[in-house]
């Protein structure tokens, strides 16, 4: 984001006021990456242009997306936008939620390292390879990643699994959809 240093006028009620110094901010980066005029009240989207907090992270996943498309450019099929359009609508099933803003900013944190861990816009920390009873035909490869939250991708073959981060007293999990990866004192299961 950049900010300008600028001298502003500022008409108020035919009083003209000049401001030295001002900090004037874009008006494009205060709201989300989408025109709030179209929002209907009492939205999702609507929500989401009244919340700072909301807005920012609406604009960070705008430019994670775009990484994460010109990376997926060539992909067959085109997965990455039916993926979003998919997200979109279960972001706006929080419309349900006791506590909309919080279910809407997970969906965004979420959503955000998903990208990042699946297109790799993120470095990864490492790959750990197993394989069971010495059967190459059932390696696993879990590569870690540095999002927020923490993810990792499982793969075996062609099946994938991207997972996240729970903190437990019995260790470290990462739970994706229908599974389950964790580490306890060192062992991975």
Not at 149 to 159: H, K, Q, V
Request: aromatic share 6%.
């Amino acid at each position: 984001m950049t900010r300008t240093r600028r001298r502003t006028l500022l008409a108020i009620g035919g009083l003209a006021l000049t401001v030295a110094g001002a900090t004037a901010l874009p008006a494009a980066a205060q709201g989300p990456s989408f025109p709030c005029g179209k929002a209907s009240s009492g939205s999702i989207e609507a929500l989401i242009c009244s919340d700072a907090r909301l807005s920012a992270l609406d604009r960070k996943l705008a430019d994670v997306y775009a990484a994460a498309a010109r990376k997926a450019a060539n992909e067959r099929p085109p997965v990455l936008r039916a993926e979003q359009r998919g997200w979109l609508k279960g972001r706006d099933e929080c419309w349900k939620s006791l506590d909309r803003g919080a279910c809407v900013e997970e969906s965004y944190v979420r959503r955000i390292a998903e990208l990042q861990a699946r297109y790799r816009l993120v470095a990864a920390t490492g790959s750990v390879w197993f394989v069971c009873e010495n059967d190459r035909c059932s390696e696993i490869v879990v590569t870690f990643f540095r999002t927020d939250p923490p993810t990792l991708i499982a793969a075996r073959g062609d099946s994938v699994s991207l997972m996240f981060l729970e903190q437990g007293a019995g260790g470290t999990k990462y739970r994706g959809r229908n599974e389950l990866f964790r580490e306890h004192q060192g062992e991975h299961g």
